[in-house]
C-alpha cells in the first residue's frame, strides 16, 4: 500500500492546478501549441519556459486558495483574488522576461480554486458556476487597460475569456469534461477534449491574429478530427495532422482554447481524486 499524501486543501488545489498546466503544455501534438515536438507558432515561447512558468505560479494559487476559504462569492472576494492573480502576473513576467505565458490560466484557474475552497464537496459543474458568480462581481481596483483580447472582444463582439468565466465556463463544462471523461486513453482524451474546444470557442488569441476567417477554418479543421471520429482512429489522427499544417500555415494559436483544456484537466482531477487527495501518494508537482 502506498503513503498517504498530506497536504492542506490550498497546496492540494494549487498542486493540481499547476500539475494540469504543465499537462496541458506537455501534450503533444497541438495545432499552433507549444508542446514536446516544437513550438508551435510561437517564436518567443519554448516548453522549459512554459513548465517554468507554470511552476512559478504555485504559491499564488496556495494564497488564492487561502483567500477564498469558506467564503462566499462577493466584490470583496474577486478583489482579493485579483489583486493575487495580479502578483501572479508579476511574476509570470520575471520568469518568462515580459513574455505572457499564462495571463490566462491565472484568470481561469484562480477562480475556480477559489471556488473549490469556497465551497468543498462540489461537482464540476457548481463549481464552475460558482466561479461565474465571483467573475461578475466587479474589480474595483482593476486598472482598465485596452490588451489584445480588448480589442478582439470589441472588433468581433466575442466573449473571451473574462465573457467565458463570468457565465460559468461553458465550453470547459459542454466539451471538455465530457471528452476527458470518455476514453480511457489519456493522450487521446485530452487531444479531442482540445478539439472540442477548438471546435466551437471564438478563440480571441486565433482572431487577434488571423481574423475571422483564420477562426472558422480552424473550427471546420478541429470539427474534422471529431468528425472522422476523434484521434484515435486513422482518420481522425490524419485530420489532426492537417490542421497543424493549416494553423501552422495561418501562424494562428488556439491559445484560449489551451487555458480552457488546462481548467478542465484541473476539474477533471478534483472529479477523480476528490477535494481530500488520492490515497496512493501520487499527487506532487510535475517537473
Known sequence: ?????????????????????????????????????????????????????????????????QAAKDKQPSQSLRETLGEIGRKAEEKMFAVTNGINTHKGAIWSLGLLIGSVASRRNSTSEEIAKRAGEIARFEDAFMIKRLTNGTRVKKKYGVNGAA????????????F?????????????????????????????????????????????????????GGVGTREGFQSLLKLNSLVEALFVSPGGSADLLAAGLFLYELEKRGIGGNSDGNTSLRL
Open 1 to 65: 500500500m502506498g503513503k498517504i499524501a498530506v497536504f492542506n486543501t490550498s497546496e492540494y488545489l494549487s498542486t493540481l492546478a499547476v500539475n494540469a498546466l504543465v499537462d496541458e503544455v506537455c501534450l503533444t501534438p497541438k495545432p499552433g501549441l507549444v508542446d514536446e515536438e516544437n513550438n508551435g507558432s510561437h517564436h518567443d515561447l519554448t516548453l522549459s519556459m512554459m513548465k517554468a512558468s507554470a511552476r512559478s505560479l504555485y504559491p499564488f494559487f496556495v494564497e488564492m486558495a
Open 176 to 228: 471538455v469534461l465530457p471528452m476527458l471523461r470518455e476514453t480511457k486513453n489519456i493522450n487521446h482524451s485530452r487531444l479531442n477534449a482540445l478539439m472540442a474546444v477548438m471546435a466551437h470557442l471564438d478563440d480571441t488569441c486565433i482572431l487577434h491574429r488571423g481574423g475571422t476567417l483564420a477562426s472558422e477554418k480552424v473550427k471546420e479543421g478541429a470539427r474534422a478530427v471529431l468528425r472522422n
Open 163 to 174: 465573457g467565458e468565466a463570468k457565465a460559468g465556463f461553458p465550453h470547459i463544462i459542454k
